[in-house]
């Protein structure tokens, strides 16, 4: 685990990719437990309006439907499992670093932790572009592209089907 852990923190850093994740079915569910884990408390925490299951649900779904879509047409399916550790995992790591400094900012945070926070939020579009571009054989710029749709529209759906988060 402390191996998974620290590689997932590397890509997390963007010096190793999904590539470098052990494959297999069993590094992809521990990664998707560790995401559904610090999303089901950061849910929690926040105390959302909406369906907080279906939100994870619809959290959940997207990665899954896009990567195998997206690696079919790119004729990579073997990479399915790694990029999908990687995207949950690395996923749940920032989730896990930005909670406690969610939780400490409180409803009206400081300058210095909603710059944190901030900074958290565009890096893990860094850390997906750079997994996309990794999985895909892609530019940087198409995968940070891909990153940004693929962010908006899980965040239309989770708004519309699950309510305001």
């Given at each position: 685990m402390l191996n998974l852990l620290t590689r997932l923190g590397a890509i997390v850093m963007?010096?190793?990719?999904?590539q470098d994740l052990p494959p297999?079915?069993?590094?992809?569910?521990?990664?998707i437990a560790l995401y559904v884990m610090v999303t089901a408390i950061s849910l929690a925490v926040r105390e959302i309006e909406g369906n907080p299951i279906l939100a994870l649900l619809i959290a959940i779904a997207i990665p899954l439907i896009a990567a195998r879509a997206l690696l079919a047409w790119r004729k990579r399916p073997e990479r399915y499992p790694q990029t999908l550790s990687a995207l949950f995992g690395t996923s749940a790591l920032l989730s896990g670093i930005s909670l406690p400094l969610s939780q400490a900012a409180g409803n009206e945070p400081s300058m210095v932790l909603a710059l944190m926070l901030l900074l958290i939020?565009?890096?893990?579009f860094s850390v997906d572009a750079h997994i996309w571009r990794?999985?895909?054989d892609i530019a940087f710029s198409s995968a940070l592209a891909l990153t940004?749709?693929?962010f908006a529209l899980a965040l239309f759906l989770?708004?519309?089907?699950?309510?305001?988060?």
């Amino acid at each position: 685990m402390l191996n998974l852990l620290t590689r997932l923190g590397a890509i997390v850093m963007l010096r190793l990719g999904p590539q470098d994740l052990p494959p297999g079915r069993s590094t992809l569910l521990i990664c998707i437990a560790l995401y559904v884990m610090v999303t089901a408390i950061s849910l929690a925490v926040r105390e959302i309006e909406g369906n907080p299951i279906l939100a994870l649900l619809i959290a959940i779904a997207i990665p899954l439907i896009a990567a195998r879509a997206l690696l079919a047409w790119r004729k990579r399916p073997e990479r399915y499992p790694q990029t999908l550790s990687a995207l949950f995992g690395t996923s749940a790591l920032l989730s896990g670093i930005s909670l406690p400094l969610s939780q400490a900012a409180g409803n009206e945070p400081s300058m210095v932790l909603a710059l944190m926070l901030l900074l958290i939020f565009f890096w893990s579009f860094s850390v997906d572009a750079h997994i996309w571009r990794n999985a895909l054989d892609i530019a940087f710029s198409s995968a940070l592209a891909l990153t940004v749709i693929l962010f908006a529209l899980a965040l239309f759906l989770i708004t519309t089907l699950a309510g305001p988060l």
